[in-house]
């Protein structure tokens, strides 16, 4: 097996295993815009604070690039996930060997 064959077979069965119904060691089931239940990993920063009060927050999304459409640059997306509902924009996007980035901000007041 080619090591791109065995990167694609490590995406679903070590990194993203709630697809096939395993327990999740690093992934979490987030519901996309409603939608799209899928097994990622969300790897969130820690608040700013701006001067007029508002707190910025960031994260980084991965995920297997076949379990989501393409998101683009300044695309708003609503996460949900099981503590959590928010709305977030797209920052950034990547796809390198199959795992979709996507790098995400969002404010709270």
Not at 13 to 42: H, M, N, Q
Not at 63 to 88: G, N
Request: glycine fraction near 8%; aromatic fraction near 8%.
């Amino acid at each position: 097996m080619a090591f791109k064959d065995q990167l694609a077979a490590d995406l679903g069965s070590v990194f993203f295993p709630g697809k096939t119904g395993k327990p999740a060691e690093f992934d979490e089931a987030i519901t996309i815009d409603g939608a799209y239940a899928v097994s990622c990993i969300l790897d969130e920063s820690e608040g700013q604070h701006s001067a007029d009060g508002v707190m910025q927050w960031s994260a980084t999304l991965y995920l297997a690039a076949e379990d989501l459409a393409m998101p683009v640059v300044d695309q708003r997306l609503v996460l949900t996930t099981a503590t959590a509902t928010r709305q977030a924009g797209v920052v950034g996007v990547d796809v390198t060997d199959g795992l979709l980035t996507i790098r995400l901000r969002w404010f709270d007041s």
